[in-house]
């Protein structure tokens, strides 16, 4: 594991010279019909990306994002790719436009294949059939089964465990992802994710919801999806990241491609520990966070983890140009 660069506390009255940056890219649940629109027109770059990894894959990719319907865009073995294209888009139109490099880069979720793709770690047409594999094996993982995910806002990670080790009994209900503080989300079989947030209702959570997703990421109900990409895994070309990637599994950078290729497979049934995450970057010395892609679901979690950052997300021109006041103001990677 390589070293990262650090801003000291005596360089902090420099800031506006000595500001490092980081870079995520957000997972299942950012997509939406229409998203990227103005960007592609203001960026050609754009459509081109999307348009690479539809003929890889033999499938429109753009038609899906600019028509929909919602139905299939929300499927994750046709989401993994979609947010796949609309992250790297997000990151070409960035770079052509003079944005810097982040010093070190972090993906929510399957937004880890993305981060290793602009990181340098992994081709973009490679990621494409890796992450269209990746769907396709979570989704026939749960085909006998109910699953489900819900979001438990307003109580802290100890009070979701417990409610999930409660509401278990004979099936699955784990903490999944550590999004912000007092923000969770759990994840398992159908029925027992309905009695844990019953019990985090009834214990004062502020909300409680159930999410609009089609597989039950991150908890052991994976472990076959994670079995079944590990050979896929080991034939990927996989490199040590120009950029650091901090993988979700763990919390750490890895440069040695093997364990990047563990890493992968053992997050689809390991929690996402975005909190810990993010306070590695501030740690770093990083304070500014750019977030590429649709949406601004990640820009609001880092608020609340570190309220000292700077965050910007970029997903439309007026986004990016704003993005970039901030990258001119920082050192280069």
């Known amino acids: 594991m390589s070293s990262l660069p650090t801003v000291s506390q005596d360089s902090k009255a420099d800031a506006a010279d000595t500001t490092l940056l980081g870079g995520v890219f957000p997972g299942q649940g950012a997509q939406s019909i229409g998203m990227l629109n103005a960007l592609a027109q203001a960026y050609p770059i754009v459509r081109e990306t999307f348009a690479e990894l539809s003929d890889s894959l033999s499938f429109d990719l753009w038609s899906l994002v600019t028509d929909g319907p919602a139905s299939e865009l929300n499927r994750t073995e046709n989401t ?35 981060a290793l793709v602009c990181g340098g770690a992994l081709d973009f047409r490679e990621a494409a059939i890796l992450v269209r594999e990746r769907g396709r094996l979570m989704q026939a993982a749960v085909k006998e089964r109910d699953g489900a995910m819900a979001a438990v806002l307003g109580l802290d990670d100890a009070e979701v465990a417990d409610i999930c080790a409660q509401a278990a009994e004979d099936l699955i209900v784990a903490p999944v992802n550590f999004n912000a503080p007092g923000q969770v989300v759990i994840a398992g079989d159908s029925a027992a994710v309905s009695r844990a947030m019953s019990l985090a209702t009834a214990l004062g959570a502020r909300r409680v919801l159930r999410l609009a997703v089609s597989v039950p990421a991150h908890c052991s109900l994976m472990m076959p999806a994670a079995q079944a990409l590990a050979p896929r895994l080991a034939k990927a070309q996989l490199r040590s990241p120009d950029i650091p990637v901090l993988h979700n599994v763990d919390v750490r950078h890895h440069d040695d491609a093997d364990t990047i290729r563990v890493m992968l497979a053992r997050q689809l049934y390991s929690p996402v520990r975005w909190v810990e995450t993010i306070r590695s970057f501030a740690t770093r010395g990083v304070s500014g966070v750019l977030e590429f892609g649709p949406g601004k679901v990640l820009s609001g979690l880092n608020k609340r983890i570190d309220k000292s950052l700077q965050c910007a997300c970029i997903y439309d021109p007026q986004s990016l140009e704003q993005a970039l006041v901030l990258s001119r103001a920082a050192r280069a990677c």
């Open 80 to 114: 993994q790719p979609v947010m796949l294209a609309a992250g790297v888009a997000v990151w070409r139109a960035w770079r052509a436009a003079g944005g810097r490099a982040p010093v070190i880069m972090a993906g929510h979720s399957f937004g880890e294949y993305t």
